[in-house]
């Protein structure tokens, strides 16, 4: 999609969707996922958030969203393939809905603007909380367990590269963090970053536009560019993983090399192949795993999108290990053999087109779209990608599927199991 | 089936509704230009509901913990031993379904053939079939999602909170129940509950999407199969639950990275459902932003000294029979966070509340109502969970509207009470 272009490194997007009650707005701030520096860009979000020229602290910040009806403000870090994003959310209801018609989007655009453009939040005291709070959430991602393993999975696969790093950073790289070398990396990245703004709802984005405008006139952009991803590639043998924790239920996830890119004409392909896979209740997954082995309550696979990489999760006892290692297997060759029967092939069909449709009624997920469309570098509309998805066919799929190879088998065992 | 017609002024949502003779609840709601259809169908019927009376009959039913919702698992087998997903998966739609303490809801989303898929809804939720054989096989699926929840931290942090708040009410079991008494629950058992919970007069469907109400209400209509509503209401039975709380403080040992603590607050004022409960409930959630909110005192000072942080949170729950506020985070000092949520509250209760904070947190509710219609699937569910309480919540203005600052004073005395408090713990193993 076209957006209005703020400087070399600035877009901004704007996607109607006034039938919604709220406008939201998303700012992506596109980082190499490095290690140098990715505890920094884990960090920074949350002390920009903490204070600025607007709202001096949180309390102030908070007292100004609540003024909005409870605006929401958010940040956090994300990781799509090779980048890291540092992202901020708001969300207000729109102008329309406002009791006393207030200005409510132009007033969080506003908040928006000091945040990005005028932190002032530097400060030890704060710098400090925030570092302990960064290493919280890092240690905190032992708590989900299936993700946890689909995160230590990912790890082991990709040992080496980039995308071995995990979006939160290190504790070891968070405590070197310091309030002088954050605010001179906050001034680096705003400066040479591709930063994509999407607002969704009902605004006034030429306005907006020449509001953002007046900030970044003052500010010499370094031109730069959405950060490349490195597909996947096998380093040889199939890897095998088990770590211990005090759990009574193991977590199985099984990383896939799939060799195809986001970018690939064969993508298309590879997500109706996931979804006949492992992607939902139709799935050869759910299917046999759990309904007719009843091996666990979940069992399912998905896309690592950018990367080429496909995980299968399932939570089993630990004695059951080999039996479902060996039919989530089994399943997977009968894809590759074209085993697909009408029902599997329509529904999978089906349910990608209904994801895909169903975008258009949240704004997140819209947001999303689109930043995952610039991302893999393509720019296909909704429709452009639903009626590649309705020609599939079944050789399409066992083509994708010959492609895709076991690499990992990671496997979160109980303490006993030793 | 004859159906109503209302507008709200305030949010511009429209609503259908009406009930058809074999007592079944409808409620249409139209969104325009949306691409997704939502429809829930579901019954007053929970975990909590083991012990009952049926219609016509004189004794006590008690059942194993754990029914409602294995009987939900098995309502997705077919009588001709086919899966009821398979058929959603044909028409595209998403099918789910959940069981909470005092609902089971099946559902469907959908961008395309919408009729097909509420035709398919409106049938396998009145087709029951169990065989030993296909109960027995369930058990393997169940025992497993139960095992999922036993390593969450977060779900046994809450059910403890639970145990120390109630002496009695079912809502402190589990909802699957335990492995064992799952092992209990036979076919018969399974038709026992269904043919109680699941007749019409005891359940609603609320669609809302991109629909034709008349066309919907007519595929409602013509999907009833049985229309013998009961005379008489299902009783049932629960424990007379004492207003003291059984314990103020629990704790376990798990794999979670730092402590995770729950702060609960026992309701005792209970025993209502209808506007008057959702007043209730719009006065708690104030009260507890006005206290513990991002723009507290309390907050500031408990972020600061590191003792919470982005995961601090809270939430009033409610039903007519039970309610609770629960205040939870992760911190290194649970105790500390339970003295200084103690120690406020009390200096709140000697200097009192700010008229000028309530004016400014009541926008907030106002604000999130108004979010809440924005998803299909957020607003179907909330709506129907509110109408098993006898709430309207199309017409939430009228709650909202009638609360003042006096009730609020009167809800924070009545409420926040120490004696009533808990907290539990979960520690790192």
Known sequence: MDGLKINSNINLYYIPMTKLKTTTIGIYIHRELKEDEVSKNAVLPYVLKRGCKLCPDSAKIAEYLENLYGASFG??????????????????????YAPNGEKLAGSVAKLMMSVIFEPTAFEDDIIGQEKKNAKDRIMAAMNDKRQYATIRCAEEMCAGDRFALRALGTSEGVDAVTADGLKAHYENIITSSAIDIYVCGDADINALSEEIKKYTDKIVFEEANIPKSKLFESKGAVKNVTDHMDVVQGKLCMGFKTGISAGSPDYTALTVMNSVYGAGAHSKLFNNVREKLSL???????LVKDKGIMFVNAGIEFKNFQKAYDEILAQLETVKNGEISELEFTSSINAVINELESYRDDQHLMQMFCLGQKIAGTNYSIDELKEKTSKVTIEDIKNVAAKTELDTVYFLAGKEEE | MELNYVKSDATGEEMYYGKHSSGLGVYIIPKKD????????????????????????????????????YLEHKMFDQPDGSNVFDKFSKYGGNANAFTSFNMTAYLFSATANVEE???????????PYFTEESVQKEQGIIGQEIRMYDDNGNWKLFFNLLNCLYQKQPVKKEIAGTVESISHITADYLYKCYNTFYNLSNMSIVVVGNVDPTGIAKIIENGV???EPFDEEIKKVYPEEPKEIAKSYAEQNMSVASPLFMIGFKDTDTGYGGERLLKKWIEINILLRMLFGKSSALYKDLYEKGLINNTFSFEYTMQPSYGYSSVDGESRDPK??????????????????SKETFERIKKVIWGNYIRSLNDV??????????????IDYFNFIDAYNSVTFEDLQKRFDEHFVKERSALSVVNPS
Do not use: W
Request: charged letters at 25%.
């Open chain 2, 225 to 227: 199969k049985k229309n």
């Open chain 2, 377 to 390: 699937e957020d607003y179907a569910c909330t709506f129907l969970q509110m109408l098993f309480m006898d």
């Open chain 2, 34 to 69: 949306y691409s997704k259809t939502y429809a829930i169908f579901g019954t007053k019927y929970g975990s909590v509901d083991s012990k009952f009376v049926v219609p016509g009959e004189k004794e006590l039913t008690d059942v194993p913990d754990g029914i409602a919702h």
């Open chain 1, 75 to 96: 940040a956090s870090v994300l990781k799509r393939g090779d980048d890291q994003i540092i992202y901020f959310g708001f969300e207000t209801i729109s102008d329309k």
């Open chain 1, 296 to 302: 666990c309550y979940y069992a399912s696979s998905n």
């Open chain 2, 117 to 127: 898929n509420l035709e398919t809804l409106m049938d396998y939720v009145q087709s």
């Open chain 2, 336 to 353: 500390a966070v339970y003295d200084a949520v103690i120690a406020e509250i009390e200096k709140t209760r000697e200097k009192g509340l």
